[in-house]
C-alpha cells in the first residue's frame, strides 16, 4: 500500500524547508523531496559569493543566523540551512526527483523518478527556477565549453572566458575569473550594466574595466559561439570575434513551466508565473501549492528567500482546518 502523508513537499531549498518546519509543528505527517541535496540552487551557486540579503532576513524556523560578515556568501547559507534541518529533524528523500503528482479523488498519487508511488493529501512545489536557465537562443549554445552556471573558477587560470550578462551574475563571476587569472571579456546587450548589480561590487567592476583588466562590450549581441571563438554583433561597429575558451551564459532563470503545467497549474502567459492565491499560495488546482522563487515566474527578482520564506505559514494555516 502507498505511504499516505498530509503534505509532500517538492523542493528543499529555504521555502521548502520553511514548509516543512510549519508542517512539522502543525503535527503533520509531511515529506519533502529534492532531486538533488538541500538547498541544492545554492550548492550551485559561486562558493564566496556574497548574498544581498543580511542573516536575519534569511532566517526560517526561529534559528538565528549569525556569521562574522555583514551578508552571508554562499557557504554559509548552505551552512545555516543544514543546521535548520537538523535542528527540526526535518524528513527528507534527497537525489529522488518527482515526476508527477495527479489528483485522485481527494489525494495525490505521487511518483518519484525511482518508481516509488506516494499518497498525500496536499502537495507543494517549492522547485525555484535556478534549474532553468533563460535561453539565449543562438547556435553554439550547446557546445561543451558554454554554460549557464558558474560556480568554480579555479579551473580557468589564463583560458580566455566570455561572459554574457550585465547584471549581478555577470558581474562577480567575472571579477572572480579575473581574481584567479582568467583572461575575461564581459558582453552586455544595454548601454550601461544593469543598475541592480550590488552597489559594493560595481565600483570595483568598473575600476576592473578602466584599468583594462576586464574587456567589456555594451551595446552588444551575441550572434554564434564556435569553437574557440564568440561572434558578437557592436551597435554601431558591426561584427567582431573575441577569443573564447569558456563561455557563461548569466542572464537570468525562469520556473520549469512544464513540470508545473503537468501538475495542472495554470501558468500566467505574460509572467510564465503559476496561478494561485496570494494568501493562501493555493494554485487554480485544489490542496496544490506553490511557494518560494517560482511564485514570481520570469520576474524572479519579486520573490526571494527573505520574502518567500513566509510562504510555508500561510499554506499550513490553510490547510490545518481542511485538514482536521
Not at 142 to 160: A, E, I, K, M
Request: aromatic content about 10%; glycine content about 10%.
Amino acid at each position: 500500500m502507498k505511504p499516505l502523508y498530509d503534505l509532500i513537499i517538492i523542493g528543499a531549498g529555504p521555502a521548502g524547508l520553511a514548509c516543512g518546519i510549519a508542517a512539522k509543528h502543525a503535527g503533520m505527517k509531511y515529506l519533502i523531496f529534492d532531486k538533488g541535496g538541500i538547498v541544492n540552487s545554492i550548492q550551485q551557486f559561486q562558493r564566496e559569493m556574497y548574498f544581498f540579503s543580511t542573516p536575519e532576513l534569511l532566517e526560517i524556523g526561529g534559528l538565528p543566523f549569525v556569521v562574522p560578515t555583514t551578508r552571508p556568501t554562499a557557504r554559509d547559507c548552505v551552512n545555516y540551512y543544514r543546521a535548520a534541518a537538523q535542528y527540526h529533524d526535518l524528513e527528507f528523500r534527497f537525489h529522488e526527483k518527482i515526476v508527477s503528482a495527479q489528483r485522485a479523488e481527494d489525494l495525490f498519487d505521487v511518483r518519484t523518478d525511482r518508481a516509488i508511488e506516494y499518497r498525500s493529501r496536499a502537495v507543494v512545489v517549492a522547485t525555484g527556477y535556478y534549474d532553468t536557465p533563460s535561453p539565449l537562443g543562438v547556435p553554439g549554445e550547446d557546445l561543451p565549453h558554454v554554460s549557464h552556471f558558474y560556480r568554480d573558477p579555479l579551473p580557468f587560470f589564463r583560458q580566455h572566458v566570455v561572459i554574457v550578462g550585465g547584471k549581478n551574475s555577470a558581474v562577480e563571476a567575472a571579477l572572480d575569473l579575473w581574481r584567479h587569472g582568467a583572461v575575461v571579456t564581459v558582453v552586455h546587450r544595454g548601454q550601461a550594466m544593469s543598475p541592480s548589480v550590488k552597489y559594493w561590487i560595481m565600483p570595483d567592476f568598473q575600476n576592473r574595466v578602466n584599468d583594462g583588466a576586464i574587456a567589456l562590450h555594451l551595446d552588444s549581441t551575441v550572434k554564434e559561439f564556435c569553437t574557440g571563438d564568440t561572434v558578437i554583433h557592436r551597435q554601431g561597429t558591426g561584427d567582431m570575434k573575441i577569443r573564447t575558451d569558456f563561455a557563461f551564459i548569466l542572464i537570468g532563470y525562469r520556473p520549469d513551466v512544464k513540470f508545473l503545467a503537468s501538475f495542472g497549474i495554470g501558468i500566467e502567459p505574460e509572467t510564465l508565473a503559476p496561478v494561485h492565491d496570494p494568501e493562501t499560495m493555493e494554485t487554480n488546482v485544489r490542496n496544490l501549492f506553490v511557494a518560494g522563487g517560482l511564485v514570481g515566474g520570469k520576474f524572479n527578482n519579486r520573490v526571494f528567500i527573505e520574502n518567500g520564506r513566509g510562504h510555508g505559514q500561510k499554506i499550513v494555516a490553510a490547510l490545518t482546518n481542511r485538514l482536521r
